[in-house]
Protein backbone atom coordinates (compact mmCIF):
# COMPACT_ATOMS: atom_id res chain seq x y z
CA UNK A 1 0.00 0.00 0.00
CA UNK A 2 1.40 3.58 -1.03
CA UNK A 3 1.42 5.84 1.71
CA UNK A 4 -0.16 9.45 0.87
CA UNK A 5 3.34 11.08 0.52
CA UNK A 6 3.83 8.87 -1.95
CA UNK A 7 0.84 8.31 -3.63
CA UNK A 8 0.62 12.45 -4.11
CA UNK A 9 4.39 12.24 -5.15
CA UNK A 10 3.09 9.11 -7.61
CA UNK A 11 0.87 11.18 -9.21
CA UNK A 12 2.95 14.38 -9.76
CA UNK A 13 5.15 12.23 -11.54
CA UNK A 14 2.72 10.35 -13.65
CA UNK A 15 0.62 13.70 -14.53
CA UNK A 16 3.58 15.52 -15.93
CA UNK A 17 4.92 12.21 -17.75
CA UNK A 18 1.47 11.54 -19.44
CA UNK A 19 1.25 15.18 -20.74
CA UNK A 20 4.28 14.96 -21.89
CA UNK A 21 3.80 11.57 -23.72
CA UNK A 22 0.39 12.83 -25.19
CA UNK A 23 2.23 15.58 -26.63
CA UNK A 24 -0.29 18.26 -25.29
CA UNK A 25 2.12 21.27 -25.32
CA UNK A 26 0.61 24.50 -26.97
CA UNK A 27 2.20 25.41 -30.89
CA UNK A 28 3.31 23.98 -33.33
CA UNK A 29 6.76 23.59 -32.59
CA UNK A 30 8.99 20.29 -31.81
CA UNK A 31 6.66 20.13 -28.27
CA UNK A 32 3.25 19.81 -30.01
CA UNK A 33 3.26 15.88 -30.03
CA UNK A 34 5.41 13.47 -32.49
CA UNK A 35 2.34 12.37 -34.17
CA UNK A 36 1.68 15.28 -35.48
CA UNK A 37 4.01 14.92 -37.83
CA UNK A 38 1.90 12.26 -39.47
CA UNK A 39 -1.15 14.50 -39.79
CA UNK A 40 -0.93 15.02 -43.13
CA UNK A 41 -0.09 11.12 -44.13
CA UNK A 42 -3.31 8.76 -44.70
CA UNK A 43 -5.02 7.49 -41.08
CA UNK A 44 -3.08 4.37 -40.02
CA UNK A 45 -4.59 2.08 -37.49
CA UNK A 46 -2.68 1.39 -34.52
CA UNK A 47 -1.54 -2.31 -33.78
CA UNK A 48 -0.44 -4.21 -30.87
CA UNK A 49 3.34 -5.58 -31.48
CA UNK A 50 4.95 -8.18 -29.13
CA UNK A 51 7.50 -5.84 -27.63
CA UNK A 52 10.45 -8.92 -28.86
CA UNK A 53 9.73 -7.98 -32.19
CA UNK A 54 10.37 -4.24 -31.73
CA UNK A 55 14.10 -3.25 -32.27
CA UNK A 56 15.71 0.33 -31.01
CA UNK A 57 16.96 2.45 -33.71
CA UNK A 58 20.76 1.62 -34.67
CA UNK A 59 21.30 5.58 -35.29
CA UNK A 60 18.97 7.16 -32.40
CA UNK A 61 20.43 10.32 -31.76
CA UNK A 62 19.50 10.33 -28.37
CA UNK A 63 23.22 9.00 -26.43
CA UNK A 64 22.49 9.05 -23.02
CA UNK A 65 19.11 7.98 -20.89
CA UNK A 66 17.63 9.31 -17.41
CA UNK A 67 16.70 5.72 -14.87
CA UNK A 68 14.94 7.80 -12.92
CA UNK A 69 12.77 9.34 -15.30
CA UNK A 70 12.31 6.02 -17.49
CA UNK A 71 11.22 4.58 -13.81
CA UNK A 72 9.02 6.99 -13.33
CA UNK A 73 7.19 6.59 -16.75
CA UNK A 74 7.34 2.64 -16.30
CA UNK A 75 5.29 2.95 -13.28
CA UNK A 76 2.91 5.34 -15.33
CA UNK A 77 2.48 2.79 -17.93
CA UNK A 78 1.58 0.19 -15.38
CA UNK A 79 -1.48 2.19 -14.48
CA UNK A 80 -2.30 3.87 -17.48
CA UNK A 81 -1.30 2.04 -20.35
CA UNK A 82 0.89 3.34 -23.31
CA UNK A 83 -1.15 6.30 -23.91
CA UNK A 84 0.38 7.71 -27.02
CA UNK A 85 1.68 4.87 -29.47
CA UNK A 86 5.11 4.46 -30.92
CA UNK A 87 6.16 5.03 -34.69
CA UNK A 88 8.10 2.18 -36.01
CA UNK A 89 8.96 0.81 -39.63
CA UNK A 90 9.11 -2.44 -41.12
CA UNK A 91 13.11 -4.04 -40.63
CA UNK A 92 13.53 -7.55 -41.75
CA UNK A 93 11.16 -9.63 -39.40
CA UNK A 94 11.29 -6.57 -36.74
CA UNK A 95 10.05 -3.79 -36.14
CA UNK A 96 12.44 -0.62 -35.93
CA UNK A 97 11.76 2.52 -33.98
CA UNK A 98 11.38 5.64 -35.31
CA UNK A 99 10.17 7.48 -32.28
CA UNK A 100 8.90 6.55 -29.10
CA UNK A 101 12.03 4.45 -27.58
CA UNK A 102 11.68 5.94 -24.30
CA UNK A 103 7.75 4.21 -24.21
CA UNK A 104 9.62 0.98 -25.36
CA UNK A 105 12.31 1.16 -22.89
CA UNK A 106 9.71 2.21 -19.99
CA UNK A 107 7.36 -0.78 -20.94
CA UNK A 108 9.88 -3.49 -20.97
CA UNK A 109 10.38 -2.11 -17.68
CA UNK A 110 6.91 -1.87 -16.95
CA UNK A 111 6.56 -6.15 -17.58
CA UNK A 112 4.74 -5.64 -20.57
CA UNK A 113 4.08 -8.09 -23.67
CA UNK A 114 3.21 -5.38 -26.45
CA UNK A 115 3.06 -2.00 -27.02
CA UNK A 116 0.99 -0.19 -29.21
CA UNK A 117 2.44 0.97 -32.63
CA UNK A 118 1.99 2.93 -35.65
CA UNK A 119 3.74 0.86 -38.43
CA UNK A 120 4.90 3.32 -41.54
CA UNK A 121 7.77 2.95 -44.07
CA UNK A 122 9.74 6.03 -44.44
CA UNK A 123 12.84 6.62 -46.26
CA UNK A 124 16.31 7.03 -44.20
CA UNK A 125 16.20 10.26 -44.14
CA UNK A 126 12.95 10.69 -43.07
CA UNK A 127 13.41 8.25 -40.26
CA UNK A 128 15.89 10.47 -38.91
CA UNK A 129 14.67 13.84 -39.12
CA UNK A 130 11.30 12.25 -37.08
CA UNK A 131 13.94 10.70 -34.46
CA UNK A 132 15.74 14.19 -34.31
CA UNK A 133 12.29 15.97 -33.85
CA UNK A 134 10.89 13.68 -31.29
CA UNK A 135 14.76 13.75 -29.12
CA UNK A 136 14.72 17.25 -29.13
CA UNK A 137 10.89 17.39 -27.24
CA UNK A 138 12.27 14.99 -24.42
CA UNK A 139 12.95 16.65 -21.03
CA UNK A 140 16.29 16.57 -19.74
CA UNK A 141 17.74 16.57 -23.07
CA UNK A 142 21.60 16.73 -22.31
CA UNK A 143 23.66 19.68 -23.82
CA UNK A 144 25.72 17.50 -25.94
CA UNK A 145 22.40 15.49 -26.80
CA UNK A 146 21.31 18.47 -27.99
CA UNK A 147 24.34 19.82 -30.16
CA UNK A 148 24.64 16.20 -32.07
CA UNK A 149 21.22 16.41 -32.29
CA UNK A 150 21.71 20.01 -34.07
CA UNK A 151 24.77 18.70 -36.13
CA UNK A 152 23.30 16.00 -37.52
CA UNK A 153 20.43 17.69 -38.52
CA UNK A 154 22.66 20.11 -40.23
CA UNK A 155 25.34 17.59 -41.23
CA UNK A 156 22.87 14.96 -43.23
CA UNK A 157 19.66 16.57 -43.32
CA UNK A 158 20.85 19.73 -45.09
CA UNK A 159 19.36 21.96 -42.65
CA UNK A 160 20.83 25.38 -42.63
CA UNK A 161 21.41 26.90 -39.05
CA UNK A 162 18.73 29.82 -39.95
CA UNK A 163 16.37 26.63 -41.06
CA UNK A 164 17.04 24.78 -37.73
CA UNK A 165 16.45 27.61 -35.95
CA UNK A 166 13.56 28.50 -37.27
CA UNK A 167 12.76 24.74 -37.08
CA UNK A 168 12.91 24.50 -33.44
CA UNK A 169 12.27 27.79 -32.42
CA UNK A 170 15.82 29.06 -30.87
CA UNK A 171 17.68 31.67 -31.56
CA UNK A 172 20.46 31.34 -34.30
CA UNK A 173 23.43 32.08 -32.06
CA UNK A 174 21.62 29.34 -29.67
CA UNK A 175 22.10 26.94 -32.41
CA UNK A 176 25.52 28.43 -33.44
CA UNK A 177 26.92 27.80 -30.12
CA UNK A 178 25.65 23.98 -29.86
CA UNK A 179 26.89 23.15 -33.05
CA UNK A 180 30.39 24.89 -31.66
CA UNK A 181 29.94 21.97 -28.35
CA UNK A 182 29.53 19.26 -31.27
CA UNK A 183 32.66 19.41 -32.57
CA UNK A 184 34.56 20.32 -29.37
CA UNK A 185 37.48 18.57 -28.19
CA UNK A 186 36.70 14.99 -26.41
CA UNK A 187 37.68 16.16 -22.67
CA UNK A 188 35.68 18.93 -22.67
CA UNK A 189 32.39 17.30 -24.33
CA UNK A 190 33.18 14.57 -21.47
CA UNK A 191 33.51 17.34 -18.86
CA UNK A 192 29.90 19.37 -20.10
CA UNK A 193 28.92 15.25 -20.29
CA UNK A 194 29.29 14.75 -16.24
CA UNK A 195 28.41 18.59 -15.52
CA UNK A 196 26.15 19.96 -17.31
CA UNK A 197 26.16 23.11 -15.92
CA UNK A 198 29.72 23.76 -17.17
CA UNK A 199 28.24 24.77 -20.78
CA UNK A 200 29.96 28.21 -20.51
CA UNK A 201 32.87 27.32 -19.13
CA UNK A 202 33.25 24.66 -22.30
CA UNK A 203 32.94 27.47 -24.92
CA UNK A 204 36.13 29.06 -22.70
CA UNK A 205 37.85 26.08 -22.78
CA UNK A 206 37.89 25.50 -26.67
CA UNK A 207 39.87 28.48 -27.32
CA UNK A 208 42.94 26.44 -25.64
CA UNK A 209 44.66 24.19 -27.94
CA UNK A 210 47.04 23.21 -26.26
CA UNK A 211 45.90 19.45 -25.15
CA UNK A 212 47.56 19.23 -21.42
CA UNK A 213 47.06 22.73 -20.38
CA UNK A 214 43.57 22.39 -21.49
CA UNK A 215 43.19 18.57 -19.37
CA UNK A 216 44.67 20.54 -16.29
CA UNK A 217 41.70 22.99 -16.48
CA UNK A 218 39.08 21.14 -17.36
CA UNK A 219 40.07 18.88 -14.14
CA UNK A 220 39.88 21.77 -11.74
CA UNK A 221 36.11 22.77 -13.43
CA UNK A 222 34.84 19.40 -13.33
CA UNK A 223 36.37 19.08 -9.52
CA UNK A 224 34.67 22.77 -8.69
CA UNK A 225 38.13 24.59 -8.59
CA UNK A 226 38.05 27.23 -10.97
CA UNK A 227 35.20 29.46 -11.35
CA UNK A 228 33.98 30.53 -14.45
CA UNK A 229 35.90 34.73 -14.17
CA UNK A 230 38.82 32.54 -13.10
CA UNK A 231 39.27 29.98 -15.76
CA UNK A 232 38.81 33.15 -18.35
CA UNK A 233 41.58 34.54 -16.63
CA UNK A 234 43.92 31.42 -16.61
CA UNK A 235 42.80 31.14 -20.32
CA UNK A 236 43.35 34.73 -21.18
CA UNK A 237 47.32 34.14 -19.67
CA UNK A 238 47.50 30.93 -21.44
CA UNK A 239 46.59 32.47 -25.12
CA UNK A 240 48.69 35.67 -24.24
CA UNK A 241 51.53 34.68 -21.41
CA UNK A 242 53.64 37.56 -22.59
CA UNK A 243 51.00 40.32 -21.76
CA UNK A 244 51.48 42.15 -18.52
CA UNK A 245 50.15 45.11 -17.41
CA UNK A 246 46.58 46.78 -18.66
CA UNK A 247 45.35 46.49 -21.88
CA UNK A 248 45.18 49.71 -24.01
CA UNK A 249 41.77 50.83 -25.24
CA UNK A 250 40.54 49.70 -28.07
CA UNK A 251 41.17 51.70 -30.76
CA UNK A 252 37.05 52.41 -32.88
CA UNK A 253 38.28 50.42 -36.51
CA UNK A 254 37.13 52.01 -39.77
CA UNK A 255 33.83 51.15 -40.41
CA UNK A 256 31.83 52.35 -43.87
CA UNK A 257 27.65 51.46 -42.02
CA UNK A 258 26.80 53.98 -40.23
CA UNK A 259 24.87 51.68 -37.35
CA UNK A 260 27.63 49.95 -36.82
CA UNK A 261 29.78 52.79 -36.19
CA UNK A 262 27.45 54.53 -33.68
CA UNK A 263 27.10 51.16 -31.67
CA UNK A 264 31.10 50.67 -31.93
CA UNK A 265 31.62 54.14 -30.37
CA UNK A 266 28.50 53.69 -27.97
CA UNK A 267 30.22 50.09 -26.34
CA UNK A 268 33.89 51.76 -26.11
CA UNK A 269 32.45 54.58 -23.92
CA UNK A 270 30.14 52.32 -21.77
CA UNK A 271 33.19 49.81 -21.21
CA UNK A 272 35.24 52.52 -20.29
CA UNK A 273 32.58 54.25 -17.77
CA UNK A 274 32.15 50.72 -16.03
CA UNK A 275 35.96 50.84 -16.08
CA UNK A 276 36.32 54.32 -14.45
CA UNK A 277 33.48 53.10 -12.12
CA UNK A 278 34.78 49.77 -10.93
CA UNK A 279 38.07 51.67 -10.54
CA UNK A 280 42.05 50.16 -10.78
CA UNK A 281 42.89 47.60 -8.49
CA UNK A 282 41.02 46.74 -5.54
CA UNK A 283 37.12 46.77 -5.71
CA UNK A 284 36.31 47.56 -1.86
CA UNK A 285 34.76 50.53 -2.76
CA UNK A 286 32.02 48.46 -4.80
CA UNK A 287 29.07 47.42 -2.90
CA UNK A 288 28.92 43.09 -2.84
CA UNK A 289 25.74 43.11 -3.42
CA UNK A 290 27.02 45.60 -6.89
CA UNK A 291 30.01 43.49 -7.52
CA UNK A 292 28.09 40.48 -7.78
CA UNK A 293 25.64 41.68 -9.90
CA UNK A 294 27.62 43.48 -12.32
CA UNK A 295 29.96 40.32 -12.59
CA UNK A 296 27.05 38.03 -13.68
CA UNK A 297 26.12 41.24 -16.08
CA UNK A 298 29.73 41.28 -17.93
CA UNK A 299 30.11 37.30 -17.64
CA UNK A 300 26.29 37.21 -19.65
CA UNK A 301 27.76 40.12 -22.21
CA UNK A 302 31.08 38.61 -22.90
CA UNK A 303 29.43 35.05 -23.80
CA UNK A 304 27.40 37.36 -26.40
CA UNK A 305 30.35 39.15 -27.47
CA UNK A 306 32.31 35.80 -28.04
CA UNK A 307 29.31 34.68 -30.23
CA UNK A 308 29.25 38.12 -32.21
CA UNK A 309 33.15 37.39 -32.98
CA UNK A 310 32.85 33.53 -33.97
CA UNK A 311 29.82 34.79 -36.14
CA UNK A 312 32.06 37.19 -37.68
CA UNK A 313 35.23 35.07 -38.32
CA UNK A 314 32.80 32.27 -39.86
CA UNK A 315 32.16 34.12 -42.95
Known sequence: MLSSKGTKSFR?????????????????????GIISLLAQRPVTTVRELPLGKVVPNPGQPRMTWHQET????????????VLQPILVRPSGDAYEIIAGE??????????????PAIVER???????EIALIENLQRENLSPLDEAIIYQRMTGELGYSIRQLAGK??????????????????????????QRHDTLTHAYELMKVEDKRRR??????????????????????RVLHPLEKGPRPEPVIPPLRDDALVVATRMLNTALAEIARAVG?????????????NLAKFLTISRARLDNIVARLRAR
Open 102 to 115: RRWRASKLAGKQTI
Open 70 to 81: LNELAASIREHG
Open 12 to 32: TAGSRILEQETGSGSGSGPGA
Open 215 to 236: KALVKQVIGGQLTLVRLRDRVE
Open 168 to 193: ISKDKGYVENRLRLASAPDDVRDMVA
Open 280 to 292: DGDTANVLEGDRQ
Open 122 to 128: FDDATAL
